[in-house]
């Protein structure tokens, strides 16, 4: 064991440093613990878990322990589409290096009080540690200088809220939001300890400011999910369970920036915007994968159809980013990721659908909504008559044409 220099060099730069919290202070260990080991006649623990935190941070640990931060171990074990893929389709070798990169291992200690290699190193948010917390502090405040500002930046919920299916930070980005922050980042006092929007900082939100930060009557929080009205990550949008109490706290942030009707506006899109995804796309591509489910049209062992995969493609990946995006305000990624849904629902899912039951999409081509496809069944390979006239300069467009007027639109 050591302890290299930039750890030092870290923590003495640091405000545990200045308060006198030192290495052992931290890194303590119960003579219970099953990670214990001795160092220099010390009774030492690697990990430094919430629980550790705890011993300064009470109410801190407290409230995280309640978030889906500190649930997502759990979360990903429940959730059998992603134990699936990451660990079975990929690898278990794959899905340690990615998956539970974010959601956190289920940390293994074998002789000596050594940490399993295969379970450690680890600082996923909701790390399962061996004395039994739940959460790493470690994925938001990285050790060891354990920086207020560095917590504070967007970049730092970027590290897991990145990527095809949780394109949040993306979104962030190239929102007017993002916008703000990179142009005003020396405006927005970012080491302050007392940090409200309104009173400390004006110049721009981050991911903090909206989710976890203090407002003008409104306490900070480490559980994001307490301002939150949806839930976006399934099929199907869900409202949460407290989501007027959750919208109320929300508003209270908004109102530093925004009108109240800004606000009432943009919330009546926004919910509107996940009702028509759920009644045009999600609904009956639900009830199509239910109906051939039922006529023993797909097998019972996941994703060995193909059908699967274009319905995983659109609900998991476009639709997340469509959700997201229109929660984030990014009309780039409402536009690229509905033109994504589109593509896969048209020219994938629903051919797919009809050769295996045909029965299954009648319902979904009756509607309205889809009368222009119903129209000239590309299923088929008909064309749909005058349908998209502008398209072609006989008024008509094939199959083919449609597919590259989507991707077209979708990159």
């Given at each position: 064991?050591?302890?290299s ?7 003495s730069?640091?405000r ?16 219970d ?6 160092h220099?006649g010390?009774?030492?623990?690697i990990?430094?878990?919430?629980l550790d ?6 109410a ?11 649930d997502?171990?759990n ?5 059998p ?9 990929m690898g278990?070798p794959?899905a340690?290096?990615?998956c539970?990169?974010c959601?956190g ?5 074998i ?9 450690w ?6 790390r ?6 739940r ?16 917590s504070r ?12 299916d ?16 990179e ?9 302050a300890r007392?940090?409200?929007v ?26 994001p999910?307490n301002r939150l009205t949806?839930?976006?990550r ?10 007027q109490?959750?919208?109320n706290q ?5 109102t530093?920036?925004?009108s109240?009707?800004?606000i009432t506006s943009w ?5 509107g915007?996940l ?10 591509a ?8 039922e ?7 996941e ?16 639709a ?7 929660a984030m ?8 990721g509905?033109a994504?849904?589109t ?19 009648t319902?979904v081509l009756?509607t ?12 088929t390979?008909?064309?749909p ?5 502008d ?11 449609l597919l ?8």
């Amino acid at each position: 064991m050591f302890t290299s220099a930039s750890v030092f060099f870290q923590w003495s730069s640091s405000r545990h440093a200045e308060q006198e919290i030192g290495c052992y202070e931290c890194h303590q260990a119960a003579e219970d613990s099953p990670d214990l080991f001795i160092h220099e006649g010390f009774n030492i623990s690697i990990i430094v878990s919430p629980l550790d935190c705890a011993r300064c941070h009470e109410a801190q640990v407290k409230d995280f322990d309640g978030s889906l931060h500190a649930d997502a171990v759990n979360i990903l074990e429940l959730y059998p589409v992603a134990n699936m893929i990451g660990n079975v389709i990929m690898g278990e070798p794959v899905a340690r290096l990615s998956c539970t990169d974010c959601h956190g291992s289920t940390v293994q200690v074998i002789e000596g009080g050594r940490l399993d290699p295969t379970t450690w190193p680890n600082t996923g948010v909701g790390r399962l540690n061996p004395d039994g917390s739940r959460g790493a502090c470690s994925a938001c405040h990285q050790r060891h200088k354990f920086s207020i500002a560095q917590s504070r930046r967007p970049i730092t919920c970027g590290r897991c809220h990145a990527g095809h299916d949780k394109p949040q930070i993306h979104i962030y980005e190239e929102s007017k939001h993002g916008i703000s922050f990179e142009t005003s980042e020396g405006l927005m006092n970012l080491d302050a300890r007392k940090w409200v929007v309104g009173e400390n900082y004006f110049a721009a939100p981050t991911c903090v400011t909206c989710h976890l930060a203090a407002a003008p009557g409104l306490a900070s929080t480490h559980n994001p999910a307490n301002r939150l009205t949806w839930i976006l990550r399934h099929e199907i949008a869900e409202r949460r369970e407290n989501w007027q109490s959750n919208k109320n706290q929300m508003t209270k942030v908004c109102t530093e920036c925004h009108s109240s009707d800004f606000i009432t506006s943009w919330y009546t899109n926004f919910d509107g915007l996940l009702d028509f995804y759920d009644r045009k796309f999600g609904q009956p591509a639900q009830r199509v994968m239910s109906k051939l489910r039922e006529t023993g049209k797909l097998t019972t062992q996941e994703f060995d159809d193909k059908i699967e995969w274009s319905y995983f493609q659109m609900w998991n990946y476009e639709a997340r980013t469509a959700r997201n995006a229109v929660a984030m305000q990014s009309h780039e990624y409402v536009r690229s990721g509905f033109a994504a849904v589109t593509k896969y629902f048209y020219l994938e899912f629903l051919p797919e659908a009809k050769k295996l039951n045909k029965d299954a999409v009648t319902e979904v081509l009756t509607t309205p909504e889809h009368q222009w496809y119903a129209a000239g069944d590309l299923i088929t390979g008909a064309s749909p008559a005058e349908s998209i006239p502008d398209l072609n300069q006989n008024g008509k467009v094939d199959s083919t044409d449609l597919l590259h007027f989507m991707q077209y639109w979708h990159r």
